[in-house]
């Protein structure tokens, strides 16, 4: 059974383990209920209303968060001749096609993002096995896989995120960072709850967003009362 320290306990306790609070009481607990002395990390955990053994209820989408996640990225980008040169110019850390893959396929994954061109994914596809279990693997669904690699880059340092459901249905995703603050961290959660709202599968029956989390890394979860993001959303403009 895991132990916590003296810090976590404190900062639990202020967190009520039944109630649903409001956006904005989420987002103001989150800098009070702060553990570890470095700038945590803030992320949410979303239970969604789906069936994740249908291929057809699988989400998994891209897109940039407005304030960014407050971390610098390392991309790696597989592609040759002027795109090579173009992803290097755009801020590409590591860039190259057959020296990479050889890099890679010996251990070395010293990177968070990966971007590739279509015509050497017939190379990249022999790492499907190493960089897919990561979630590394470029992939056109979130435009990973493409000729713009300049755009591409320019948009992963620009604090773009991948979401994936995993085998529960839940999406785990960064927000930013507890320094950020309140309005900031807001903003890019009610950004990302809009963007999954609108992923619902035509299959997916009855509720979609179940339960909502907000933690810090270090800190205790705070659940989030559905019925509050979907009323911030509407005023927020951005519900459909």
């Known amino acids: 059974m895991a132990r916590h320290g003296k810090k976590y306990i404190k900062a639990k306790e202020k967190v009520d383990p039944v109630k649903l609070y409001t956006v ?10 702060k553990v570890a002395k ?29 304030h960014g996640i407050g971390k610098s990225l390392r991309i790696l980008v597989f ?38 061109t279509p015509d050497v994914m017939s190379i990249v ?15 056109p669904k979130v435009g990973t896989v493409t000729f713009d690699v300049a755009g ?6 620009a604090g773009k995120i991948e979401i ?22 807001k903003a890019n959660f009610l950004i990302l709850m809009d963007r999954i709202t609108r992923m619902k599968p035509s299959s997916s029956k009855g509720i979609f967003i179940r339960k909502v989390v907000l933690s810090t890394t270090m800190g205790p979860g705070i ?10 959303l509407k005023e927020f403009e951005l519900a459909a």
Not at 24 to 33: F, G, K, N, Q, S
Not at 125 to 139: A, D, N, V
Not at 152 to 157: L, M, R, Y
């Open 24 to 33: 904005d009481e989420a987002v103001t607990l989150i800098e009070e209920v």
């Open 38 to 66: 470095f700038d945590e990390t803030v992320e949410v955990a979303i239970k969604l209303g789906i069936d994740p053994r249908q291929a057809d209820q699988q989400i998994r989408g891209a897109f940039v968060l407005p």
């Open 79 to 116: 592609a040759k001749g002027e795109k090579a040169k173009e992803a290097e110019e755009a801020g590409a850390d590591y860039v190259g096609v057959e020296d990479l893959v050889e890099r890679i396929s010996g251990g070395w994954l010293d990177f968070d993002v990966t971007i590739a």
């Open 125 to 139: 596809g022999k790492l499907g096995k190493i960089l897919g279990p990561r979630g590394l693997m470029p992939s």
């Open 152 to 157: 591409a880059v320019k948009e992963a340092k």
């Open 164 to 185: 994936r459901s995993d085998k529960g249905g839940v999406v785990h995703a960064p927000v930013g960072k507890v320094s950020f603050g309140r309005n900031k961290i």
């Open 223 to 232: 659940k989030v009362d559905p019925v509050s993001i979907r009323e911030e």
